[in-house]
């Protein structure tokens, strides 16, 4: 078996120069429809293929080539697939470094090889035609065998592989082998951060082509233009015919001529913008000398431009904001092998969630993405098949971006991805791979790219070089991003990745928006990444999870930082991809005039009026509905603001809020009328009402040696003199406060965001505090019984850190008032960074901690939601009541982490199935989250099927959280976020509770202040 994957002078072996994505066709009215499966001359080869898996090249029976190889004993997998993710091999996830000495060119000597055998009837209309085969894409080489010959070798896994097999295929019945090299040289090109998986992945199919045929063609528009330029197999003898039809299959513009390039300029065309994706159907008929077809090809098409003046992106001349995801392929079931209806689903996701772009990290996504992109109206950033990021940034004399020789293999990779994408209206701009120090290479992949195509180039490796169009950054924090959109420069700046959503977070993305809108040079930005890249697995119980680095054996590796996405592996979306929905709104809230009762809008589009966005509004009082109106129809021009008068006086005193609901007013091809584009709240007045209960019998007290016991009308509390806490709490006879009772609590499971600040809580000693009782004192009334604690808190080995004082008041209707406060201790308030500078230290959370019996499941609450909320990952979470189960509150992170709170709480119940329970309501807002799972256990668990449920519930209630940040992959949380060692305090009442007394809303008014 040739070596060809050990040899860095090749590129590929009788591989087609690459070509534009399209398929012959017989007729044009199978061509308009644009159906490959409708053409004669497609026939499609994914489906069960014969497999063997070697450990090594030398294992390789190379008579596997031959039809009369006996390959009975053989498995049969699926193609396309990954073969890590059927069982052979192990998945390896690592993220910067390579999976093997960094010894380029050379590659280890025990090099797996996946052989694939397949068997095809040639058909009849291929007959008398040339036959072309076409490989999608494999990870990371193969070498190609037809009917025991070899045919050619191609490398470069993101990319497809076509060869001409003519002279190798006869009637009848056809072998195909393959084998499939794990590493290759140009494995060196490919350091991406994701799963390392290999095998045929994309699709292989069969197309026959006339001798007199159509080998490529490019297509160039402008807003009236149209530019066709040709390349047939032969040019003596032959015709053009080029047809143009419209959205409704009309035809608007027909030339017949013998040269093979058209320049027209037609009037009246509709443009393509990711908010109106027009496309039209271009038709390309090739003729012979006597006027019989040979050749019939179809092309979607959009008339648009693309262009910077003045560091502003322009598309249209107009300029726009990118509002985008980075995509890489995978699913928790395939791995890198995706289906057409994943990647549909993942488009008509993205465009319910308001982003408007795609930069294809960190290659070529498959073609049909393109596709989908053009016709549901999404802009891409195209990516060339390049990472070395194991070689770091940091060693010229030994990577590859200055390396002579690697300069084709550089080259090839832009050649192979412009070429195979350039008629595609949705690419906006080209990238040059990602994480690969700029160099020399890179400098002759923008002069190929410029030779050819017109389209700006971004490398965010490039930093300020001026041989790119754009600048780009990777997790600027916010205070560098105002500075860049302040700067006077003649390039945009972009965000090719920001807001990392791994774990809980990110916090801070409407930041970010707040100052992109500011200035017109920021274009916008990518998040950090559409959805994890685990894969599913089953542990020794046989209970599935979504696996992450490590879960195979797979060293070294970067554990769970594959899990990054704003949805999961399988495609349920996070807290965080509900907030980009929100930060990414098309139509956006900006005034409320409450005197005038009027509201200001703003179409927030670029393109297109929001005459198909309708308005439903409420304002709401203590959560109850009190008026409703509505708009049926905004039409405001793009980026214009309109005021509207109200249907009714918002003039209302209390805790109220006025919420818009916008819909769309009609169906779209990735929504269905109705569907909610947005919402948004004011908050209208914040005063809440409260009326004084009425009084029950006199309360009575015991006092033990390590007690004090409250008695009053059908409920008994105690408080501990030894642990400084109201430690049980009875409500006709029945235990609702279970454990230790009422704790103190600055813990929180360390989020994925928390990984550099938690060093700094665990070296405090804030997940092992220890309490100590400084001071008690218990005084009482007939009406009212107060018990005061003041505690020290602090760990073994180290200094006490903080101090607090927390009062618990007993009132005779069985309310208690809990006011807690803190203030650090000693050197709690500041630390030196290994730069020698001084930061301010800032704590996970502040609250009181219990436990309730299992059966108070049914929750509900008044306050943001449903989702979880956090302070700078909250403005989704609109104010109202809402209601579920404790295992609704969840957000199933698979690495188990603090998640489910839900802020700016008024009040909150704990109910049975008969309505009876435990109410907290807030003197002031509060923090809430339920869990069966405590923060110590979650802490500790590496996976979901870690966590066993105890058999209490948790609650947390708080005063505050420090925000969330995105400090796994880029910046911290802002200063405002965050919650300082300085002293602060707030209340809470808890009372027992049964809705068939008094409901939620009533408890809340009927409390001691």
Known sequence: MNKYHKDISIIGRSVLSPRATSIPYSDVLDAKKNIRGLSPYFKLLNGKWNFKYCENEYDVDESFIFPEFNDESWDIIPVPSSWQALGYDKPHYINTRYPYPVDPPHIPDMNPVGLYRTVFILPDAFTSRNVIIHFGGVNSSFILYINGHEVGYSQGSHMPSEFDITEFVRQGANLIAVAVFKMSVTSYLECQDFYRLSGIFREVFLYSTHKNSIIDFKVSTTLNDLSVKVIPSQTKNTSFNFELYDMDDIMI??????????????????????????????????????GNVTDIRSCKIGFRTISINDGVFLINNTPVKIKGTNRHDTYALTGHAISREVMENDIIMMKRHNINTIRTSHYPNDPYLYSLCDEYGIYVIDEADI??????????????????????????????????????????????????????????????????????????????????????????????????????????FFLCEYGHGMGCGP????????????????????????????????????????????????????????????????????????????????????????????????????????????????????????????????????????????DFDTNIFGDTQLTFFFEYNESTTYAEKGFEVTRSQIIVDSKFEYKKPIESNNLAYVETKTEYIVLGENFKVSFSKVYGNMNSFYYNGNEILLGNGIIENFYRAPTDNDVHIAKKWEEYGLDRLQKRIEACTFSHSDKKVTFSVVSVFGATTKKPVLKTSTEYTVFTNGQITIESGYEPLNDFIKFKNINGTWDYLYLPRFGLTMQIPLEFEYVKWFGRGFHESYEDMKNSAVIGIYKGLVDDLQEEYEKPQENGNRMDTRWLSFKNKIGQGIFFGGLDTFNFSASYYDAYQMAKASHLYDLKKQDVINVNIDYMHTGLGSNSCGPRPEDKYLLYTNPNKFSFTISPFSDSVLNEQEMFRLRHK
């Open 253 to 290: 513009f027909d030339k017949s001529t013998k040269d093979s390039f058209i320049d027209v300029h037609i009037e009246g065309l509709l443009p393509w913008t990711s908010e109106s994706p027009n496309l039209y159907t271009l038709i390309i008929q090739m003729k012979d000398s006597k």
């Open 387 to 492: 990472e070395t990021h194991g070689f770091y940034y940091n060693d010229p004399d030994y990577d590859l971006s200055d390396k002579t020789q690697w300069t084709a293999h550089f080259v090839s990779r832009a050649e192979r991805m412009v070429q195979r994408d350039k008629n595609h209206p949705c690419i906006i701009m080209w990238s040059l791979g990602n994480e690969c120090r700029f160099g020399s290479n890179h400098r002759a992949m923008i002069e190929y790219i410029r030779s050819v195509d017109e389209r700006p180039i971004h490398y965010e490796r490039a930093l300020v070089d001026e041989s790119v169009d754009v600048i780009s950054e990777m997790y600027t924090n916010h205070e560098k991003l105002e500075k860049a959109g302040a700067t006077s420069d003649k390039r945009p």
């Open 507 to 646: 916090g801070g993305l409407s930041d970010y928006w707040e100052i992109i809108y500011k200035y017109p040079r920021l274009m916008g930005g990518c998040v950090w990444e559409w959805a994890d890249h685990g894969l599913l697995a089953y542990n020794e119980h046989n209970t599935p999870f979504i696996s992450y680095g490590g879960d195979f054996d797979d060293y070294p590796n970067d554990k769970n930082f594959c899990l990054d996405g704003y949805n999961t592996a399988d495609r349920i979306p996070k807290a965080c991809l509900i907030e980009l929905k929100k930060v990414y709104e098309p139509v956006k809230v900006t005034h409320f005039d409450k005197h005038d009762n009027t509201v200001t809008i703003k179409n927030m589009q670029d393109f297109a009026y929001a005459s198909n966005i309708a308005v439903y509004y409420e304002l709401t009082k203590n959560g109850e509905v009190m008026q409703t109106g509505n708009i049926p129809n905004l039409n405001i021009a793009p980026l214009e603001t309109k005021t509207y008068p109200l």
